[in-house]
T-cell receptor, first 114, second 112 residues
Framework: EPEVTQTPSHQVTQMGQEVILRCVPI?????FYWYRQILGQKVEFLVS????????KSEIFDDQFSVERPDGSNFTLKIRSTKLEDSAMYFC????????????FGPGTRLTVL | EDQVTQSPEALRLQEGESSSLNCSYT??????LFWYRQDPGKGPEFLFT???AGEEKEKERLKATLTKKESFLHITAPKPEDSATYLC?????????????FGAGTRLAVHP
């Protein structure tokens, strides 16, 4: 069964460093998303991406964040200068031919900023 | 403001003891309502999508229903392996074409 994969599973970084979180969405999906979940809190939407551009972003997704689809399979989230409050689980998701379709989530990357 | 509230926050059941989880929502318009299961340290696992009031979906011991203001996830004769956090999310019609707005979840523990 096709699934979304994410690497690494756990990333530890120092405050101020740049991190890149990687995702491989389900192969025939067209819509891609990043969400985050701070420990003990709700899953929060960060950004959606379609047709090689951002279609929507939340207030959390400020200038420190960027997304890219560098090739036909990968989808990345870059945080330019990490802060302590960026520590969270980051989930990548993808959905099919319409934004109405159910979103399938990856296993997540746990980001720890020291 | 679009909002999703789930209750109860936590639920403890004995194996075989049926119950229901509630998801109430306030949105400008509903494109869809989704139920997910989340195990500790893992990503949300898709369960159901509901699009219109009166719709019902079933999968094994789970049944999801939808009204104009809320959704229920009914668990019939649960087993310990059903223990997880169940998340409800809405896909608003307006002001958010793609994003899902999640509730805080119900942590379900089923004891043998």
């Amino acid at each position: 069964e096709p699934e979304v994969t994410q690497t690494p599973s756990h990333q530890v970084t120092q405050m101020g460093q740049e991190v890149i979180l990687r995702c491989v969405p389900i192969s025939n999906h067209l819509y891609f998303y990043w969400y985050r979940q701070i420990l003990g809190q709700k899953v929060e939407f960060l950004v959606s991406f379609y047709n090689n551009e951002i279609s929507e972003k939340s207030e959390i997704f400020d200038d420190q964040f960027s997304v890219e689809r560098p090739d036909g399979s990968n989808f990345t989230l870059k945080i330019r200068s990490t802060k302590l409050e960026d520590s969270a689980m980051y989930f990548c998701a993808s959905s099919g031919t319409s934004g109405n379709n159910e979103q399938f989530f990856g296993p997540g990357t746990r980001l720890t900023v020291l | 403001e679009d909002q999703v509230t789930q209750s109860p926050e936590a639920l403890r059941l004995q194996e075989g003891e049926s119950s229901s989880l509630n998801c109430s929502y306030t949105v400008s318009g509903l494109r869809g309502l989704f139920w997910y299961r989340q195990d500790p340290g893992k990503g949300p696992e898709f369960l159901f999508t509901l699009y219109s009031a009166g719709e019902e979906k079933e999968k094994e011991r789970l049944k999801a229903t939808l009204t104009k203001k809320e959704s229920f996830l009914h668990i019939t004769a649960p087993k310990p392996e059903d223990s997880a956090t169940y998340l409800c999310a809405v896909h608003p019609l307006l002001g958010g074409y793609n994003k899902l707005i999640f509730g805080a979840g119900t942590r379900l523990a089923v004891h043998p």
